[in-house]
């Protein structure tokens, strides 16, 4: 049987944001649209070195809102003890999701990661890198990929 994509887990440096604290074009809106979507959104990010939430989340932009994603599908992996592409991440993000990884989708601009992810049997996304980021048409695939494992 066919599933659809419930959670949406995405990486956070080359990803969504970049550094100095700048949203890569189109993410906020990105976001915005899936969540009013009603797809659960979580993170999966190596933070190793950071000590606590807050060294991380200084490292965002100003206006970067930690409440848009499921608090329990925020993986940051100096909290889980877990980088990537250690697999274990991506299986602790689909029994945190507790939906079957067939229904996760990652997306990161990391050909392993997304590799890794898959591996798990979630589905991934990879995106490319600022300047040349095409975050924006995620949510146009995603509706592509809906459709064709849609019954």
Not at 34 to 57: E, F, P, W, Y
Not at 122 to 148: C, G, K, W
Request: charged letters at 15%; one cysteine or more; proline letters at 5%.
């Amino acid at each position: 049987m066919a599933s659809t994509i419930r959670v949406i887990f995405f990486d956070l440096g080359d990803t969504l944001v970049s550094v100095p604290k700048i949203w890569l074009p189109g993410a906020q809106a990105l976001l915005a649209a899936l969540k009013q979507g009603g797809v659960r959104l979580g993170i999966i990010s190596n933070t190793t070195g950071l000590l606590n939430r807050r060294a991380i989340l200084d490292l965002l932009p100003d206006d970067f809102d930690i409440n848009q994603f499921d608090s329990s599908l925020v993986l940051f992996s100096s909290e889980v003890g877990i980088d990537k592409p250690d697999k274990g991440i991506f299986e602790a993000a689909v029994v945190t999701a507790n939906v079957p990884a067939s229904q996760c989708l990652y997306c990161s601009e990391n050909i392993v990661e997304t590799l890794v992810a898959q591996h798990v049997g979630m589905h991934s996304i990879r995106v490319q890198t600022s300047p040349n980021s095409d975050l924006v048409s995620i949510e146009q695939a995603l509706s592509t990929f809906q459709s064709l494992i849609s019954p």
